[in-house]
């Protein structure tokens, strides 16, 4: 794929444990999305909702050193796209834009706390700079990605219903040259999957290195959408994912001619799950 115009990264990571609880949560008993252990696939008959934190521009406040973190320039055209794929598959799509950090968990407060009985997934769509242990940033101050994971956690009437988080931000500041490396050189420590069941985090990148964005949109987000509208019929998410991963790896470089440090550089998206059946839209 040709790049058009020059990348630019999402600088500025995730450790995936949204709450240190493991008490099981008992199933609700009401009427609503249907409940089958046995069934192979989610039953996505009900309301789905896509909720899209995108942090275009920051403010410069003592979180930043007091220093106001780049505009994420192409952030727009992920909306949209988003808004298009997700939007045509039936999702209610929620766009929360340059939020402040008390106001994104106000926000998503409110919307966990509804009821959800007759919910059949909520996706979780964040746009925005980050960096390694699982740091984003709000329009005025990092937070942990398991701050807003947590909110969702315990929803009773979630329970059981596949709880999605795409996330579009750098967790480090290392770059990918294409050489062949192995992976798990990386710390596992650093990157676990949530207490309960039923949850899916999409990063945009592999830990501590940087993601990146041009002004048409991300790599990842704009991959995704094209893979999920190519194939939303015959695959289910997580084989969709894959060939998200392979159109990042293989399709894409950095093109940075005014830049030569940051010129070609690779980026590999990375998923952890604990769905518990298939999702298909």
Avoid at 257 to 265: E, F, G, L
């Amino acid at each position: 794929m040709e790049n058009t115009g020059e990348s630019s990264a999402d600088v500025k990571g995730f450790n995936l444990n949204p709450s240190n609880t493991s008490n099981p949560l008992l199933v609700p008993d009401e009427v609503g999305v249907k409940f089958d252990p046995n069934a192979l696939y989610y039953d996505m008959s009900g309301d789905k909702y896509l909720i899209i934190l995108n942090q275009h521009t920051f403010k410069k406040t003592i979180y930043f050193q007091n220093k106001q973190p780049s505009t994420r320039t192409g952030t727009d055209n992920d909306v949209k796209s988003l808004k298009t794929i997700f939007g045509n598959l039936g999702f209610e799509v929620i766009v929360l834009k340059d939020l402040e950090y008390s106001d994104i968990i106000k926000n998503l407060t409110a919307i966990a706390s509804k009821d959800h009985s007759k919910t059949s997934c909520i996706c979780i769509t964040i746009l925005t700079h980050g960096d390694k242990g699982g740091e984003v940033h709000a329009a005025d101050r990092p937070y942990l990605l398991t701050d807003i994971m947590a909110i969702f956690e315990k929803q009773l009437s979630l329970v059981n219903k596949p709880k999605l988080f795409f996330v579009q931000a750098c967790r480090g500041a290392n770059m990918d040259a294409g050489n062949t490396v192995a992976l798990d050189s990386q710390s596992d420590s650093v990157l676990t999957i949530p207490t309960h069941a039923d949850f899916l985090v999409l990063c945009s990148t592999v830990e501590d290195h940087l993601s990146y964005r041009d002004m048409y949109g991300s790599w990842m987000i704009q991959a995704l959408c094209h893979v999920m509208e190519e194939h939303h019929e015959d695959l289910d998410l997580l084989h969709m994912i894959t060939l998200m991963n392979r159109k990042v790896a293989y399709e894409r470089s950095t093109y940075t001619p005014s830049n030569k440090a940051m010129n070609n550089k690779k980026q590999m998206p990375e998923t952890r799950f604990t769905l518990t059946k298939l999702l298909k839209f």
